[in-house]
């Protein structure tokens, strides 16, 4: 019989306590961003065909930005590191290889090795590393120049409109280091280094998307005393 606990573990973990307020500005953020950033670009005669393919793979990352800024993958070098490395493999690949179904499948594995390598992991630079392949002649006027213009243009755009659109929040400022740290100190719980971190890391021996930071402030809150149950919509 299939239960409900087999379902939970098919589904995945939906750990989301955040607030209707939260919710909002991350929708918000993502419409203002996707407006900017495709506006100025528009501002240049040509290439808009391929400002079209990227708008998409922006989107994800618009996503990351506003909904989960103190993310690992949210991070500016992530943003514009995954985007341009992602870029540049794709049209090297599309370049080299005729087939675009072949293709495809290199440009994206060889992507997220990249990315874990130079510690830019960014799930939207899978996308984009796409864009060459399925760009056909739109890509190939464009050449290496597709990494600079739109790609890295459009991820730093986006970068600086999440800097300035989360600042005013004290408690989503973006990037990660500039959010106000709400966690209580000296409250009788052991210490933990930055060892103690990359040891625990070390032996999971998988990506964890969450910062040192924020791991911190959670085993700090958690550790303070019992908290009632919390219902949050």
Same mark, same amino acid.
């Given at each position: /019989? &299939?239960?409900?606990?087999?379902?939970?573990?098919? =589904?995945?973990?939906? /750990?989301?306590?955040?607030? !209707?307020?939260?919710?909002?500005?991350?929708?918000?953020?993502?419409?203002?961003?996707?407006? %900017?950033? &495709?506006? @100025?670009?528009?501002?240049? =005669?040509?290439?808009?065909?391929?400002?079209?393919?990227?708008?998409?793979? /922006?989107?994800?990352? *618009?996503?990351?930005?506003?909904?989960?800024?103190?993310?690992?993958?949210?991070?500016?070098?992530?943003?514009?590191?995954? !985007?341009?490395?992602?870029?540049?493999?794709?049209?090297?690949? !599309?370049?080299?290889?005729?087939?675009?179904?072949?293709?495809?499948?290199?440009?994206?594995?060889?992507? @997220?090795?990249?990315?874990? +390598? %130079?510690?830019?992991?960014?799930?939207?630079?899978?996308?984009?590393? $796409?864009?060459? $392949?399925?760009?056909?002649?739109?890509?190939?006027? +464009?050449?290496?120049?597709?990494?600079? &213009?739109?790609?890295?243009?459009?991820? @730093?755009? /986006?970068?600086?409109?999440?800097?300035?659109?989360?600042?005013?929040?004290?408690?989503?400022?973006?990037? *990660?280091?500039?959010?106000?740290?709400? *966690?209580?100190?000296?409250?009788? +719980?052991?210490?933990?280094?930055?060892?103690?971190?990359?040891?625990?890391?070390? =032996?999971?021996?998988?990506?964890?998307? @969450?910062?040192?930071?924020?791991?911190?402030?959670?085993?700090?809150?958690?550790?303070?005393?019992? !908290?009632?149950?919390?219902?949050?919509?």
């Amino acid at each position: /019989m &299939f239960r409900v606990g087999s379902w939970y573990k098919v =589904e995945g973990n939906h /750990m989301n306590f955040s607030f !209707h307020r939260e919710k909002l500005l991350s929708g918000l953020g993502g419409a203002v961003s996707i407006f %900017l950033v &495709f506006w @100025i670009t528009q501002q240049f =005669e040509q290439g808009l065909e391929a400002r079209l393919l990227l708008i998409a793979s /922006m989107g994800a990352t *618009a996503v990351l930005l506003f909904a989960a800024p103190g993310s690992t993958f949210s991070q500016p070098w992530n943003v514009v590191g995954g !985007h341009v490395v992602s870029a540049f493999i794709g049209v090297l690949v !599309h370049q080299q290889v005729g087939d675009p179904v072949l293709g495809g499948a290199l440009a994206v594995g060889f992507a @997220i090795t990249a990315m874990y +390598y %130079l510690k830019c992991l960014h799930p939207p630079g899978g996308a984009t590393s $796409l864009i060459p $392949l399925i760009g056909g002649s739109v890509i190939d006027s +464009y050449g290496l120049a597709f990494v600079l &213009f739109p790609v890295g243009a459009g991820a @730093i755009l /986006m970068v600086l409109i999440a800097i300035a659109f989360n600042y005013p929040l004290s408690w989503r400022r973006y990037p *990660a280091g500039l959010a106000e740290n709400t *966690a209580a100190k000296g409250d009788g +719980y052991p210490d933990i280094s930055h060892a103690d971190f990359v040891a625990a890391l070390s =032996e999971i021996d998988t990506f964890v998307d @969450i910062s040192e930071r924020d791991l911190l402030k959670i085993y700090q809150i958690a550790s303070r005393r019992p !908290h009632p149950d919390i219902d949050v919509v």
